[in-house]
T-cell receptor
Framework: SQQGEEDPQALSIQEGENATMNCSYK?????LQWYRQNSGRGLVHLIL?????REKHSGRLRVTLDTSKKSSSLLITASRAADTASYFC??????????FGQGTRLTINP | GAGVSQSPSNKVTEKGKDVELRCDPI?????LYWYRQSLGQGLEFLIY????????KSGLPSDRFSAERTGGSVSTLTIQRTQQEDSAVYLC????????????FGPGTRLLVL
């Protein structure tokens, strides 16, 4: 069963615009991670935010976490064509299994 | 350095046959995970190895699925008597240690059961 749900399921924007994806989860967590997947293959780790953190930045990525609402958001600023991919949130407790959401399919139009 | 590698990249098999999928984790990573990604179920955890501890097999969907990790490094996921519903991408990941939460994924093996 899936822990997280991403919203929207699909997002299409113009190059240069910002993209925001949301993730909700159900149980308590130690951390939440965002991954990117191109062409249905390997997942690339983007960023990890711990349960005691509220916001984190990495390059053009900004992640927020609201544990009271059990939700997170991923913002990609100044989007590029290469950002076209599926994005997944995953919740974890320690080093054990990650529980993934269904993903958001992001398309950046030139 | 080298990332997680998996082989084969693609596997087509007939229903009822056994298949073996291989994962080479990043050198020095003590934790290894198998996940499955299918259209209907999304990304699902299958099994987790940590050092010499007993593996967490709680995600294996049936007793046709098994996995082993030899010498604390390479892992093999075996599916016996494959069924069409086993068709999916099987992803392996590794992490540095039990306290390291970032998991690094391999490219996956796409399995198609005819």
């Amino acid at each position: 069963s899936q822990q997280g749900e991403e919203d929207p399921q699909a997002l299409s924007i113009q190059e240069g615009e910002n993209a925001t994806m949301n993730c909700s989860y159900k149980t308590s967590i130690n951390n939440l991670q965002w991954y990117r997947q191109n062409s249905g293959r390997g997942l690339v780790h983007l960023i990890l935010i711990r349960s005691n953190e509220r916001e984190k930045h990495s390059g053009r990525l900004r992640v927020t976490l609201d544990t009271s609402k059990k939700s997170s958001s991923l913002l990609i600023t100044a989007s590029r064509a290469a950002d076209t991919a599926s994005y997944f949130c995953a919740t974890g407790r320690g080093a054990q299994k990650l529980v993934f959401g269904q993903g958001t399919r992001l398309t950046i139009n030139p | 350095g080298a990332g997680v590698s998996q082989s084969p990249s693609n596997k087509v098999t007939e229903k009822g046959k056994d298949v073996e999928l291989r994962c080479d984790p990043i050198s020095g990573h003590t934790a290894l995970y198998w996940y499955r990604q299918s259209l209907g179920q999304g990304l699902e955890f299958l099994i987790y190895f940590q050092g010499n501890s007993a593996p967490d097999k709680s995600g294996l969907p049936s007793d046709r699925f098994s996995a082993e990790r030899t010498g604390g490094s390479v892992s093999t996921l075996t599916i016996q008597r494959t069924q069409q519903e086993d068709s999916a991408v099987y992803l392996c990941a590794s992490s540095l240690a039990a306290a390291q939460e970032t998991q690094y994924f391999g490219p996956g093996t796409r399995l198609l059961v005819l």
